[in-house]
Nanobody, 115 residues
Framework: QVQLVESGGGSVQPGGSLRLSCVAS????????MAWYRRARGKQRELVAR???????DYADSVKGRFTISRDNVRNTGYLQMNNLKPEDTAVYYC?????????WGRGTQVTVSS
């Protein structure tokens, strides 16, 4: 059974930083694209960033230059470094991995940006 477990969320002031982690188990990790999504209250889930097995990345326009996605295939872990956080970044952040068995999601980690 594939499991994705996110961690690293929390509450920060505007301009602060957080680093999210996503640990995958029950599957190979390195062949697959890994992504971070978020859902703010009252809004649709949106793609934040994704990274392919070859480490090609792309980002939502709203986070370009502030967020960095990375992966450690030895540790089966993906990361999202978030800098210069803004109140509009407040959301539940979800890890996503698409394997041959389908799309897999973590339970999410809350990020709150507020003064």
């Amino acid at each position: 059974q594939v499991q994705l477990v996110e961690s690293g969320g929390g509450s920060v002031q505007p301009g602060g930083s957080l680093r999210l982690s996503c640990v995958a188990s029950g599957t190979d990790f390195d062949p697959y694209t890994m992504a971070w999504y978020r859902r703010a209250r009252g809004k649709q889930r949106e793609l934040v960033a994704r990274i392919t097995s070859g480490r090609n990345t792309d980002y939502a326009d709203s986070v370009k230059g502030r967020f960095t996605i990375s992966r450690d295939n030895v540790r089966n872990t993906g990361y999202l470094q978030m800098n210069n956080l803004k109140p509009e970044d407040t959301a539940v952040y979800y890890c996503n991995l698409v394997t041959l068995r389908g799309a897999h999601w973590g339970r999410g980690t809350q990020v709150t940006v507020s003064s």
